[in-house]
């Protein structure tokens, strides 16, 4: 799956590019509150000194310290929302790759997900009416030129999802939509992406 990894790698480096823009925002606007919120407490304490010094340093302290938090919440919120769109443009990268790569990385699921080599292909309507038979058929030339059952067939029946297929042997399904892939992909590695999103 060497175009996987080649999207991943593409998506990553767009990602971090969109993630540097989005945290130097969050950087600012957490600046820009931490700022205002020291100016308050600067202002606080000056009036405080006339009625003593102690509870006008505690006071600033507390304001100090809302801010701070308000601040890491903003950046947390910040790098949270980047990881969202970084998955949400991996998702989008797969559902818009040119038919030739789209056709092959469907075939390509398919192949490493079929168990009987007797499968129906379920995909989602558009998929179905554009490339179901495409992919069907190299699914099956990939299963046979590795010695494998190569009798998939398209199911008559299409699912909602974005891309990506299902593969149904009566009751028993496996599910390679895109949506899938992504939503495991970034349980196991959102911690890798952050870092390099982050980094």
Do not use: H, W
């Not at 993630?19 to 405080?48: K, M, V």
Request: hydrophobic letters at 40%; aromatic letters at 4%.
């Amino acid at each position: 799956m060497n175009g996987i990894d080649k999207i991943t790698q593409r998506i990553a480096g767009d990602a971090r590019q969109e993630a540097e823009e989005i945290l130097a925002q969050a950087r600012t606007q957490a600046g820009e509150i931490s700022a205002r919120y020291q100016a308050q407490a600067e202002q606080i304490a000056q009036d405080a000194k006339v009625r003593g010094e102690a509870a006008a340093a505690e006071r600033e302290s507390r304001l100090v310290s809302a801010a701070e938090r308000e601040g890491r919440q903003q950046l947390l919120s910040a790098k949270q929302e980047m990881l969202d769109r970084a998955f949400d443009l991996a998702l989008e990268r797969l559902c818009s790759l040119p038919e030739n790569d789209y056709v092959d990385l469907l075939a390509k699921l398919t192949v490493s997900a079929v168990s009987t080599g007797r499968e129906q292909l379920i995909l989602s309507q558009t998929d179905r009416a554009r490339y179901g038979v495409k992919v069907a058929t190299k699914a099956n030339l990939l299963l046979a030129k590795s010695g494998r059952v190569g009798l998939l067939t398209l199911s008559q029946e299409s699912r909602g999802f974005r891309g990506g297929v299902i593969l149904a042997d009566g009751d028993v399904e496996i599910n390679c939509t895109f949506e899938a892939l992504v939503r495991e992909a970034r349980s196991s590695v959102s911690g890798e992406v952050a870092g390099v999103l982050f980094a």
